[in-house]
Nanobody, 128 residues
Framework: QVQLVESGGGSVQAGGSLRLSCAASGNTYSARCMGWFRQAPGKEREGVAGLHTGSLTTAYADSVKGRFTISQDIARNTVNLQMNNLKPDDTAMYYC?????????????????????WGQGTQVTVSS
């Protein structure tokens, strides 16, 4: 079992920054695939960024490339999402997810149904 708790959401103006954090506990050693997803009202869930904690491979949705950075803090056992130059379209509930996977499985980093564990979400609101 893996428990995930997100934090760091809030309200900012367009162009601003936020840093989301996902604290993981439990059997995290094998949960090598970590992902950040978001869902806005009336829209489908979207994979935003993924990280394979073993190989440190990262991946991003085209809509956030160059603006968002996913990283891990081993000492704190967290996976973070630094979000810069935020846009109103980034407004959504953001979720952290984890699953057991190999570096080959990471190719499906943005497929939500592949993930076993989810956090409760943190709201990000960007005003224009």
């Amino acid at each position: 079992q893996v428990q995930l708790v997100e934090s760091g959401g809030g309200s900012v103006q367009a162009g601003g920054s936020l840093r989301l954090s996902c604290a993981a506990s439990g059997n995290t050693y094998s949960a090598r695939c970590m992902g950040w997803f978001r869902q806005a009202p009336g829209k489908e869930r979207e994979g935003v960024a993924g990280l394979h904690t073993g190989s440190l491979t990262t991946a991003y949705a085209d809509s956030v490339k160059g603006r968002f950075t996913i990283s891990q803090d081993i000492a704190r056992n967290t996976v973070n999402l630094q979000m810069n130059n935020l846009k109103p379209d980034d407004t959504a509930m953001y979720y952290c997810a984890a699953r057991y996977c190999t570096s080959i499985d990471f190719r499906w980093w943005n497929v939500g149904s592949e993930y076993n564990y989810w956090g409760q979400g943190t709201q990000v609101t960007v005003s224009s």
